[in-house]
C-alpha cells in the first residue's frame, strides 16, 4: 500500500462548488503539505502543517482552506471553486530531520482537478 | 527571496548517451539544494540533496549533481539514461532555517530510442 495517498484522483466540478481534497499518511510524519502544480510554473506551496495544531499559510493560500483532523490526515478545500484553480495537487509528508530545512518530501500521486 | 531556475523546458537523449540538466539558485548563502524526480503519473520522488561538505552528490538511480558556488548552480548528471528515466525533474531549493521549499519550473526528459 502506498505510504501517501489522495482521494479523489480525478475530479471534475463546476465553478462556485466547494470542493474536498483529501490525504493520508502511514509514514507517521508529523509534517504534511498541499501544493499545486501547474504546467511551466512547477510546485507551489499552498499550506503546510508542523503537527496536528499547527496550520500556515504558503505561497499561495488564497482561495483555500486546510484542516488538520489527525496526524495522518490532512485535507485541502475550496470554497467556492474557480476554473484557475484548475490544477494538479499534491500531498507531501516530511519528518523533521537533525538540520532544519533539509527534511525529505514524501508526495502522494495527486490529484487533478477541473473546475469547469 | 530565493529562487531557483531550471532554463531548459524540455531536453530529448538518445538511451545510452550522458545527461545533465541544469539549475540555477540565487540565495546569498549556502542554500540547501535539493532535485526531484516527476515519473507520469506519480508524484515526486527525491534524487539527491545538498546542505554541506562534498559538492558532489550522489543519489539514487545512478544520478548524481554537483554544487557548484561561483556558478550559482547545481546540475544534475548521469552518465548513461535509461528508457526509464524519461520524467520531469525538479530542482528545489530551501533558504537556510525556511523549512519551505521553493521548486523551478521542471525539466521535461525524453529518451529515445
Known amino acids: 500500500d502506498a505510504d501517501v495517498t489522495q482521494t479523489p484522483r480525478n475530479r471534475i466540478t463546476k465553478t462556485g462548488k466547494r470542493i474536498m481534497l483529501e490525504c493520508s499518511q502511514t509514514k507517521g510524519h508529523d509534517r504534511m503539505y498541499w501544493y499545486r502544480q501547474d504546467p511551466g510554473l512547477g510546485l507551489r506551496l499552498i499550506y503546510y502543517s508542523f503537527d496536528v495544531k499547527d496550520i500556515n499559510k504558503g505561497e499561495i493560500s488564497d482561495g483555500y482552506s486546510v484542516s488538520r483532523q489527525a496526524q495522518a490526515k490532512f485535507s485541502l478545500s475550496l470554497e467556492s471553486a474557480i476554473p484557475n484553480q484548475t490544477a494538479l495537487y499534491f500531498c507531501?509528508?516530511?519528518?523533521?530531520?537533525?538540520?532544519?530545512?533539509?527534511?525529505?518530501?514524501?508526495f502522494g500521486p495527486g490529484t487533478r482537478l477541473t473546475v469547469l | 527571496a530565493q529562487s531557483v531556475t531550471q532554463p531548459d523546458i524540455h531536453i530529448t537523449v538518445s538511451e545510452g548517451a550522458s545527461l545533465e540538466l541544469r539549475c540555477n539558485y540565487s540565495y546569498g548563502a549556502t542554500p540547501y539544494l535539493f532535485w526531484y524526480v516527476q515519473s507520469p503519473g506519480q508524484g515526486l520522488q527525491l534524487l539527491l540533496k545538498?546542505?554541506?561538505?562534498?559538492?558532489l552528490v550522489q543519489g539514487i538511480k545512478g544520478f548524481e549533481a554537483e554544487f557548484k558556488r561561483s556558478q550559482s548552480s547545481f546540475n544534475l548528471r548521469k552518465p548513461s539514461v535509461h528508457w526509464s528515466d524519461a520524467a520531469e525533474y525538479f530542482c528545489a531549493v530551501v533558504e537556510g532555517g525556511n523549512e519551505k521549499l521553493t521548486f523551478g519550473t521542471g525539466t521535461r526528459l525524453t529518451i529515445i530510442p
Open positions: 507531501a509528508t516530511s519528518e523533521p530531520s537533525g538540520l532544519a530545512g533539509t527534511d525529505t518530501q514524501y
Open positions: 545538498y546542505f554541506s561538505g562534498d559538492t
